[in-house]
């Protein structure tokens, strides 16, 4: 089944990506430039693309994310430290993001004679992102049946979508994925801060994993406690 891999660059995209390519599936992958606070990531789409030997495209949305106002992926707000699913990681929240990129991919996908587009997103992501959980999954590869009925048949793959960030770190090492050549912080830094919501969440990925992280963060610890504390939380 001929397949487009929506494609940050982050380690669950890439991961996805060597996945499909391992079925002998992968037709290429697309990228959204929507104004989020740097565009280091879409490097590293790029070198996956052309490490897999298919197509990348980037489709330029700043002036819809320059809309999408109120996260501090598209403003000036700062990035919060701390475990992925805090309250506080809200402020990361996009609105209607995955929705408006999907819809994008499943047009190109049409366009191009692709059989399905895949998505990396996962449980870790349903806490804060209501368009990466199940039901939106199941809800928007159903409209995309109606919205390209007697045109073309384009399915939604989301593999991960019940699994876990470690689900995913395993998925890759099967199918050698270069972990360090992904990129998670939202913050842009030379180096993985270590200390955002993302970085958090991939440092204990490859922990319960069993995993060797490649990752060079600047504080590469700081996760231990972030993890214990909202753990910690829970419990009350």
């Not at 996805?16 to 590293?44: C, V």
């Not at 991960?160 to 992904?182: L, Q, R």
Request: hydrophobic content about 40%; overall charge negative.
């Amino acid at each position: 089944m001929k397949t487009l891999v929506v494609c940050s660059g982050g380690l669950d995209s890439v991961s996805l990506a060597h996945n499909i390519d391992a079925k002998g599936d992968l037709m290429g992958l697309i990228s959204f430039d929507y104004g989020q606070r740097h565009r280091k990531e879409l490097e590293f789409a790029a070198a996956a693309a052309k490490r897999l030997g298919v197509f990348h495209q980037i489709i330029d949305m700043r002036a819809i994310g320059s809309q999408l106002t109120g996260s501090a992926l598209t403003g000036d707000l700062d990035v919060p430290d701390g475990h992925y699913a805090e309250e506080t990681m809200r402020i990361t929240v996009v609105p209607n993001r995955n929705a408006i990129m999907l819809t994008i991919a499943f047009g190109v996908a049409a366009a191009r004679q692709v059989d399905a587009v895949a998505i990396a997103v996962h449980g870790g992501d349903h806490f804060i992102y209501p368009d990466c959980r199940p039901g939106f999954i199941e809800s928007f590869d159903t409209m995309q049946r109606h919205a390209l009925e007697g045109y073309a048949s384009v399915k939604l793959l989301a593999p991960y979508v019940t699994g876990s960030k470690a689900d995913i770190v395993t998925d890759g090492a099967k199918h050698h994925t270069p972990f360090g050549e992904t990129w998670s912080c939202y913050k842009g830094g030379e180096r993985h801060c270590g200390r955002c919501g993302t970085c958090v969440e991939r440092r204990e990925a490859f922990h319960l994993a069993g995993v060797d992280d490649p990752t060079d963060y600047e504080d590469p610890d700081f996760w231990k406690s972030a993890t214990e504390g909202f753990k910690a939380e829970e419990v009350r």
